[in-house]
């Protein structure tokens, strides 16, 4: 058995040792305390909501039949460096701001004014007419309906009555008034509905402002339960006479009709403890709150009416807004949009009509200089002619873009027409969803 001698040890020399071991410490990086990233800001700035003015008084009237003055570029510009520009800022913003927070049902209606019940009531008015104005057969076609042309020759007999009945009793006033009322169902000639229609409802109710017939204390019943009625009395003339969207962007637009239910809408969300704007994408929160909240109710109106199924396929832009983190987010959007492709839009804007209540400025161009006909005598087709460079240009409305294309047929007409194809199934799910 081998001893412990067999095998000694023999001891490392001294110059092999180290007299200092190696700090391997200064080879590692430097560590640093993770700061948490600035988002990135939005380079459009937030649009402010300039100071509502007081209604004018009645001796600085002279009202006069309402017409276009945004004809060229310039009277675009004209308008947006106007006094006018920030009323109706003013105005739109002032709706929005009233309702924050505010369910639809915080409005009862036995606090209303008795103005707004008129309103109300004139807006019943209109939903009887269109049910005594059938539409004409019209072998399944998705465009305009031309018995819209025989309800808004209807409502020529009767909207003087109403007006009257909301306290004008002026023959001028009531005309100046009426042609944003019957401006804000849609067109006569092009048999279609947009944004811009929406916006000559809103300016209708400025008009009651200007005359002192509503007050600011009405804004919240004005938005929550005047406005809403008058979605509901739009989506049953859509759906009746199947209205072309007025310049609609198709798929890539927030929405083929409407704007102002998502700005409204998004204000009313403001601070809400559970909704978030990715709620939209879920059946039971619509269901359960659509009735209260405008946002929630013109998206499940949305769905309802394209003929596939998700927010993705046919509607994107919602789709992509419902990632934003807060409805603060979605509503400074919202009004930053309404800026952008409303206000600022002249596709848009040239059809806005301006007369003593909502006043154009010194410069603007006039109808009767230019020899363009009047919004009410537009030859069928909707070519509308516009000064762009020094020249006439004749420009159509009812588009793909900003300008000249083909028509656009109503999504709730294809909508209609293929639950008559396929007895009233539901919505197609896209094969790869």
């Known amino acids: 058995m081998p001893s412990a001698t067999d095998n000694p040890v023999h001891p490392i020399p001294a110059s092999l040792i180290p007299t200092k071991p190696a700090n391997l410490s200064a080879q590692l990086p430097k560590l640093t305390p993770r700061r948490r990233q600035t988002p990135p800001t939005n380079p459009v700035p937030l649009p402010k909501t300039p100071t509502l003015p007081a209604p004018p008084t009645s001796t600085d009237l002279n009202f006069i039949r309402p017409t276009r003055r945004i004809l060229s570029p310039k009277d675009h510009d004209l308008f947006l460096a106007s006094k006018t520009y920030d009323l109706l800022l003013s105005f739109v913003f002032s709706l929005t701001e009233s309702v924050r927070d505010k369910r639809i049902s915080d409005v009862k209606r036995s606090e209303l004014s008795p103005t707004v019940i008129q309103i109300l009531q ?34 020529g007999n009767e909207h003087e009555g109403w007006h009257r009945n909301l306290g004008l009793v002026d ?3 009531i005309e100046e008034t009426s042609a944003y009322f019957l401006q804000s169902l849609g067109n006569h000639t092009r048999i279609d509905y947009g ?10 109710l400025l008009c009651l402002y200007q005359l002192q017939l509503i007050t600011p204390a009405d804004f919240p019943a004005l938005v929550l339960h005047v406005f809403t009625r008058y979605l509901t009395l739009m989506r ?27 700005l409204f809408g998004s204000s009313q969300l403001l601070h809400h403890p559970f909704i978030r704007p990715l709620s939209i994408h879920q059946t039971l929160i619509l269901d359960e709150y659509a009735h209260d909240y405008m946002y929630l109710g013109q998206v499940a109106f949305v769905n309802s009416v394209k003929n596939v199924e998700g927010l993705r396929w046919h509607s994107p832009m919602l789709d992509d807004i419902s990632a934003a983190k807060s409805w603060e987010k979605v ?9 952008a492709e409303v206000l600022r839009k002249l596709p848009v804007m040239q059809h806005f009509l301006f007369g003593s209540l909502v006043p154009a400025v010194e410069g603007m161009s006039k109808e009767e200089e230019l020899g363009v006909p009047s919004e009410d005598e537009e030859t069928e087709g909707g070519e509308v002619v516009v000064m762009k460079d020094g020249m006439k240009h004749v420009h159509q409305q009812s588009s793909w873009g900003d300008c000249c294309g083909i028509k656009v047929p109503s999504s709730i007409g294809a909508a209609q027409e293929m ?15």
């Open 236 to 262: 049953h003339i859509q759906s009746t006479y199947y209205l072309e969207p007025a310049g609609s962007h198709g798929v890539w637009g927030l929405d083929d009709y409407q704007f102002l239910p998502f």
């Open 331 to 339: 509503e400074g959007g919202m009004r930053r949009m309404f800026v």
């Open 171 to 173: 023959a001028q006033a």
């Open 419 to 433: 639950k008559k194809r396929t007895g009233g199934e539901g919505l197609r799910r896209v094969p790869f969803d």
């Open 122 to 155: 004139t807006l019943d008015e209109v939903d009887k007419v269109a049910k005594q104005c059938p539409p004409e057969e019209q072998g399944g076609s998705r465009f305009g309906n031309k018995g819209f042309r025989n309800f808004l020759d209807a409502l």
């Open 195 to 204: 944004s811009g229609h929406e916006l000559n409802f809103i300016v209708w």
